[in-house]
């Protein structure tokens, strides 16, 4: 398939989710593909982002599951946690998981090289280890993001991000996390349900910007009953060096002391010092590579997907996005990616699970809009007496009968919203939720029993 003036068919940088998909997807179609990679293969979500988190996230749900053994019976001695023994058999998983990636692409047929890559003209790709230049008929970028640490402030320098947290050498016992989005909102409670003292900053008026209000306040008032202190509307403005620990100096002058500061303020996408000017790549308003519904950038030879482009930052996203690529190219068949209905799941204690509007945006879109709404103690609560609550909620719009949302906040939300993904992105209507029978007894039961609306919202036909 090459041209006699190009090296390889596609050029992949960056071996994380988008990547590493596309290049594999790629050769298998007959296309000769290299992929640069200048840290570990895997990229974000294997080695330092969705995988190490849950298997965090497991370890820290068990301080809640030794708790809650008790009304059923058991005596379990005082349960102790070793940090080090977490982290090394999270470090030997993700080390067979990296080994599984490099397989994988190496059966089919993908040269790897341990470099990092840069654009230096439209066709040609430098391996900045070598100094080797490759002549290549496409390119993908797929570079990801990396943590960015907000306004610079004194002290910035003393804390982690995501990236550190993964490697601490010892349980902090308090932290203070700055942030509100998933990903400090998910450390909040893995630090949480590991015995870390947490103080969860963040400057909004709730956490969780953009999803379903109701959701951000439930998700806050289990945290905070889960003894997760959460502080409102303020940022750290300085990080003070305090002995062994540090101190979080917060915008009303608050001062928080805690052996760890950790800043959760957003990614940016990897786009620097990539030669994409000289390939004639730009860059879009939100940071990301400016990309069409094919992922094409404005050089048509270019593409990029994932994180780079700033449009879905998730995995099963980047996937799709890479995947698409390959087909577009090499596969004889076009593909755009869809990129609504996305179900979502934050991997906070207890988790959410999402799928579509919230009920704010369903008003504002919609003239006519039911919400069906659930909150109750789950069975096992009976007996082990856990105050938590779990939250079910349908947006339904009522012209239709279309469930276009559904939000869950409880054990096993995110196993919830994969499924109810498919129906909701099948169009189902809520008297199909009211027609498939129950499975009882079980939590999810509540979503096809919720029988009169909690809300409705109409919009005067004037309006
Ligand atoms: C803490 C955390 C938790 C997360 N949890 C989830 C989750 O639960 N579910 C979910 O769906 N998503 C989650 N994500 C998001 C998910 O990890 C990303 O959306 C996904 O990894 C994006 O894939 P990508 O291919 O775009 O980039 P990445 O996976 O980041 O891969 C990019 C790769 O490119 C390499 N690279 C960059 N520049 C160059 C260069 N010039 N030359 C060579 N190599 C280069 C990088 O080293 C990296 O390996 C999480 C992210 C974080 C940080």
């Known amino acids: 398939m090459t041209g006699a003036s190009h090296d390889v068919d596609l050029f992949v940088i960056g071996a994380g989710s988008g990547g590493v998909r596309a290049a594999r997807i790629a050769a298998g179609y007959g296309a000769k593909v290299m992929i640069a990679e200048e840290y570990r293969i895997g990229g974000t979500c294997v080695i330092r982002g969705c995988v190490p988190k849950k298997l965090l996230v497991y370890a820290s749900r ?127 409670c893995i630090f949480a349900g590991l015995g870390s003292q947490v103080t969860l900053v963040y400057r909004e008026e709730n956490i969780l910007r953009g999803f379903d209000d109701e959701v951000r306040s439930h998700l806050r008032g289990e945290m905070e009953a889960r003894g997760i202190k959460i502080v409102l509307g303020q940022l750290v403005e ?36 990539l030669g994409l000017e000289a390939a004639g ?54 593909t755009a990616v869809d990129h609504v209905h996305i179900p979502t799941a934050v991997f906070s204690d207890p988790e959410i699970g999402v799928i579509g509007l919230t009920e704010t945006k369903a008003r504002e879109t919609l003239a006519q809009v039911d919400i069906y709404k659930a909150n109750f103690r789950p069975l096992k609560a009976t007996l082990s007496g856990n105050p938590s609550r779990m939250l079910m909620k349908l947006v339904v719009d009522a012209a239709t009968d279309r469930v276009v949302g559904c939000h869950i906040v409880g054990e096993g939300a995110g ?49």
């Open 62 to 188: 068990f301080s809640q599951e030794f708790e809650d053994a008790a009304g059923f019976g058991w005596t379990v001695p005082e349960p102790k946690f070793d940090w080090p023994t977490l982290i090394a058999n999270k470090d030997k998983d993700i080390a067979r998981l990296e080994a599984a990636y490099r397989g994988n692409l190496e059966k089919a047929g993908v040269e790897i090289v341990k470099s990092r890559a840069v654009i230096e003209d439209p066709n040609t790709i430098r391996l900045l280890q070598s100094g080797a230049r490759v002549r290549a008929a496409h390119i993908l970028v797929a570079t990801g993001a990396w943590p960015h640490s907000g306004h610079p402030i004194p002290g910035i320098e003393h804390a982690i991000s995501s990236n550190e947290a993964f490697h601490l050498p010892a349980l902090p016992a308090s932290v203070v996390i700055q942030g509100g989005g998933y990903i400090a909102v998910e450390f909040a």
């Open 238 to 273: 300085a990080i003070e060096k305090d002995g062994a620990g540090y101190t979080a100096v917060l915008t009303d002058g608050r001062r928080v002391g805690a052996d760890r500061v950790m800043f959760a303020v957003g990614r940016k996408p990897n786009v620097a010092n």
């Open 415 to 463: 196993e919830m919203i994969q499924l109810i993904g498919v129906a909701v992105r099948m169009g189902a209507t809520k008297a199909d939720f009211d027609a498939t029978m129950a499975v009882h007894p079980t939590m999810a039961e509540e979503l096809v029993t919720m029988r009169q609306p909690a809300a409705r919202h109409y919009r005067a036909a004037a309006e």
């Open 281 to 334: 790549v730009t860059v879009a308003a939100n940071g990301g590579i400016a990309v069409d519904r094919y992922s094409r950038t404005e050089a048509p030879h270019i593409f990029a997907v994932g994180d780079v482009t700033n449009r879905v930052n998730l995995t099963p996203v980047a996937i799709r996005e890479g995947h698409a690529v390959a087909d577009t190219l090499f596969g004889g068949r076009p």
